[in-house]
């Protein structure tokens, strides 16, 4: 099992070294007025400069375009949601086939952060990390949706 002074570090870790560019990141989805835009640019992983976020370049066009569908219709109320576990069911319960974990969480965090709501209560990992992370603590993950 991994010492609570390791987790500590690591956080450390990522306060030290990642946090400012993660939150700056973010902070362009904040920027967006158009709540079809905001949709958009956070279902499909667009950043400013029109490129797509690594995370999303796998996805497959139809699943993104459904998706972006499916939280147009949504948005209303996810937006009214107050902690990001909710947020991140919601967008869970519209997922389509070939949008997977990483693309819902990712869309998740993009909505969320407009509102500077941020993951608490869970870690949530994808796929590579769930299977080190299970090798490591020698136990399954796997959590119920």
Same mark, same amino acid.
């Given at each position: 099992?991994?010492?609570?002074?390791?987790?500590?570090?690591?956080?450390?870790?990522?306060?030290?070294?990642?946090?400012?560019?993660?939150?700056?990141?973010?902070?362009?989805?904040?920027?967006?007025?158009?709540?079809?835009?905001?949709?958009? &640019?956070?279902?499909?992983? %667009?950043? !400013?400069?029109?490129? /797509?976020?690594?995370?999303?370049?796998?996805?497959? +066009?139809?699943?993104?375009?459904?998706?972006?569908?499916?939280?147009?219709?949504?948005?209303?109320?996810?937006?009214?949601?107050?902690?990001?576990?909710?947020?991140?069911?919601?967008?869970?319960?519209?997922?389509?086939?070939?949008?997977?974990?990483?693309?819902?969480?990712?869309?998740?965090? &993009?909505?969320?952060?407009? %509102?500077? !709501?941020?993951?608490? /209560?869970?870690?949530?990992?994808?796929?590579?990390? +769930?299977?080190?992370?299970?090798?490591?603590?020698?136990?399954?993950?796997?959590?119920?949706?």
């Amino acid at each position: 099992m991994i010492s609570q002074e390791k987790v500590k570090e690591c956080i450390k870790l990522y306060q030290l070294h990642r946090y400012k560019e993660h939150e700056s990141y973010l902070q362009q989805y904040s920027a967006i007025n158009r709540i079809s835009s905001l949709v958009y &640019r956070a279902t499909w992983g %667009k950043l !400013i400069d029109g490129s /797509t976020h690594q995370h999303q370049r796998r996805v497959k +066009k139809e699943a993104k375009r459904q998706m972006v569908i499916k939280i147009r219709i949504e948005i209303d109320v996810i937006l009214q949601l107050t902690d990001f576990h909710s947020i991140w069911s919601h967008i869970e319960k519209l997922r389509v086939d070939g949008y997977g974990d990483l693309a819902v969480y990712d869309c998740a965090l &993009r909505l969320a952060s407009t %509102k500077r !709501i941020y993951p608490t /209560t869970y870690v949530y990992i994808h796929q590579e990390s +769930k299977t080190g992370a299970e090798t490591l603590l020698q136990r399954s993950l796997t959590k119920e949706r």
